[in-house]
Nanobody
């Protein structure tokens, strides 16, 4: 079993930045591909970004390329999401997800077996 705990959410003004963290435990982190999703009120869960076990392969939602960056530190069992130039429409609960069977382009929630509880990000205008 894999446990994922997100942190770093909060209230930020439009144009600002936040960095989310997700700490993993319960399985060798370097065997997991990691991803971030988000879900705004009344909307479906939306793919944000993912990277493979080494971080050498990354994949982003087209609409977020250039503003969001996913990275990982396998020594710390942690994946990060750097969010820059935040917009009010980025307001959502952000979830960390993991899978041991990743393919480049995996963007559906059902392709990830493990999930964190989420962290709220609110961007004010």
């Amino acid at each position: 079993q894999v446990q994922l705990v997100e942190s770093g959410g909060g209230l930020e003004q439009a144009g600002g930045s936040l960095r989310l963290s997700c700490a993993a435990s319960g399985r060798t982190f370097s065997t997991l591909a990691m991803a971030w999703f988000r879900q705004a009120p009344g909307k479906e869960r939306e793919f944000v970004a993912a990277n493979n076990w080494s971080g050498g392969a990354t994949y982003y939602a087209d609409s977020l390329k250039g503003r969001f960056t996913i990275s990982r530190d396998n020594a710390k069992n942690t994946v990060y999401l750097q969010m820059n130039s935040l917009k009010p429409e980025d307001t959502a609960v952000y979830y960390c997800a993991a899978t041991s069977t990743w393919r480049l382009g995996a963007s559906g929630p059902d392709e990830y077996a493990y999930w964190g509880q989420g962290t709220q990000v609110t961007v004010s205008s």
